[in-house]
């Protein structure tokens, strides 16, 4: 079976740019997370939704949206761009997202110029 | 407010035993995570506790102690390929069951 799947897998921006990632989690999952990864540090949770809906946001600001889709695959929007953006972007998918583990993508290496 | 501590940094030796310990302090718990993550990749599930004790899985343990806010990894028979960050992870049901995450411990392994 196919685990969670993202991309890009490396992208480069420069500041004020938008951004979308992309995520497909586990056939069967219907919750997808959203972390952000600074290096040396743990994942900092943005998002998650379970069944198109929003579960929950983390403390990040308005230029940080995201949406799932039918199939539950989700996207991550990241408007205006800033240097402190840059960062590995982690795509988790679980069951639903409550009481189960969750399993991660391989990640987007975001770098802002 | 919400807190998990972990050593930043072990060293341990091809063969040996190392334990990895993580304290938190969340306003719920619901588990508590283990997950690997070698350099330039995406965390890997290792172990789920949800009750006190140890739970064992290969030549990994983990530990819980709810009352203490405590919990350890433990890997034994050291390999090479161990070599990674190990991050500890506390699912909050005071926050709509978000994980809640330490800053990981990077575990170096010397021959």
């Known amino acids: 079976d196919a685990g969670v799947t993202q991309s890009p897998t490396h992208l480069i921006k420069t500041r004020g740019q938008q951004v979308t990632l992309r995520c497909s989690p586990i056939?069967?999952?219907?919750?997808v997370s959203w972390y952000q990864q600074v290096l040396g540090q743990g994942p900092q949770f943005i998002f998650q939704?379970?069944?198109?809906?929003?579960?929950g946001r983390g403390n990040f600001p308005d230029r940080f949206s995201a949406r799932q889709f039918p199939n539950y695959s989700s996207e991550l929007n990241v408007n205006a761009l800033l240097l402190g953006d840059s960062a590995l972007y982690l795509c988790?998918?679980?069951?639903?997202?409550?009481?189960?583990?969750?399993?991660f993508g391989p990640g987007t290496r975001l770098t802002v110029l | 407010g919400q807190n998990i501590d972990q050593p930043t940094e072990m060293t341990a030796t091809e063969g040996a035993i190392v334990q990895i310990n993580c304290t938190y302090q969340?306003?719920?718990?619901?588990?508590l995570f283990w997950y690997q993550q070698h350099a330039g990749e995406a965390p890997t599930f290792l172990s789920y506790n949800v009750l006190d004790g140890l739970e064992e899985k290969g030549r990994f343990s983990s530990f819980l102690s709810r009352s203490k806010g405590y919990s350890y990894l433990l890997l034994k028979e050291l390999q090479m390929k161990d070599s990674a960050s190990y991050l500890c992870?506390?699912?909050?049901?005071?926050?709509?069951?978000?994980?809640?995450w330490g800053a990981g411990t990077k575990l170096i392994i010397k021959p």
């Open positions: 939704y379970y069944e198109k809906e929003e579960r």
């Open positions: 992870a506390v699912r909050d049901d005071g926050s709509n069951y978000q994980l809640i």
């Open positions: 988790a998918s679980s069951l639903t997202g409550v009481k189960d583990t969750q399993y």
């Open positions: 969340t306003s719920g718990f619901n588990g």
């Open positions: 056939s069967g999952h219907k919750s």
